[in-house]
């Protein structure tokens, strides 16, 4: 049997050659999907599609990959709308980076970006929701304007805004708060470190992949035992 990525493949591979052979006949290769919205000119989509499996591609570099339930194209075949998407995939420099799940996503094929709402993003350690994200394939950057919640590092973070650049997976996060279980030491204790349960606020948090580096700004940290640090 084939694999799930053999069958998706061959499926594209499919469809990109019906699309040449009906531009070389001159025939318009989306016409029995243009024929469900005749007469209805009020609408900006001259494509509809259901239950389909969407890939974009910038030569033969993969962009963007993901399931959905419906797929409008508008009628200048720039914008493409991707409703309940699932199992999605970015793509930075040809190679998987970052995962992602949404309720919609608009797609502009000419500037090789991405709205997202209502999705959920995973990154490495990151495991996050927002209502509303933007990705852009030009500096394979994602950006998260409004409040977020989710997984990061072990713990659960909340911030009111956050940036991801897939490329050297940095994640940086603005006003927000980290809670979860930290192991250390004090320079005299010999024993194993401590477990304990903290809470770090801060005004940014960015955390790096190479190095694995996190770095507070004005931050204050407390935890179960009522130890208070604050830096600057």
């Not at 493949?9 to 999907?33: C, H, I, K, Q, T």
């Not at 050297?168 to 006003?175: D, L, P």
Request: a positive charge.
């Amino acid at each position: 049997m084939r694999t799930a990525a053999n069958l998706l493949g061959s499926v594209l591979l499919l469809w990109l050659l019906y699309l040449g052979a009906m531009r070389l006949r001159s025939v318009d290769p989306l016409a029995d999907y243009r024929e469900a919205l005749e007469g209805a000119a009020e609408t900006p989509f001259g494509v509809t599609m259901h239950r389909a499996t969407l890939a974009a591609y910038d030569g033969d570099r993969p962009l963007i990959r993901l399931g959905t339930s419906l797929i409008e194209v508008t009628r200048d075949e720039r914008e493409v709308w991707l409703h309940d998407c699932r199992d999605g995939r970015l793509f930075d420099q040809g190679k998987e980076a970052a995962r992602f799940e949404a309720g919609l996503v608009r797609y502009d094929d000419f500037r090789k970006k991405a709205e997202v709402k209502n999705g959920r993003l995973l990154v490495g350690q990151l495991d996050v929701r927002a209502q509303q994200a933007v990705w852009t394939d030009a500096d394979g950057r994602v950006e998260v304007p409004g409040p977020i919640k989710g997984a990061l590092a072990g713990g659960n973070v909340e911030a009111q805004s956050a940036e991801v650049w897939l490329r050297s997976r940095t994640v940086e996060a603005k006003a927000g708060k980290w809670e979860g279980v930290l192991a250390y030491r004090t320079p005299l204790q010999e024993k194993k470190p401590d477990k304990r349960r903290v809470v770090f606020r801060f005004q940014s948090i960015k955390k790096t992949a190479k190095p694995n580096v996190t770095i507070y700004t004005n931050a204050e940290m407390v935890d179960d035992q009522d130890t208070f640090v604050r830096a600057d």
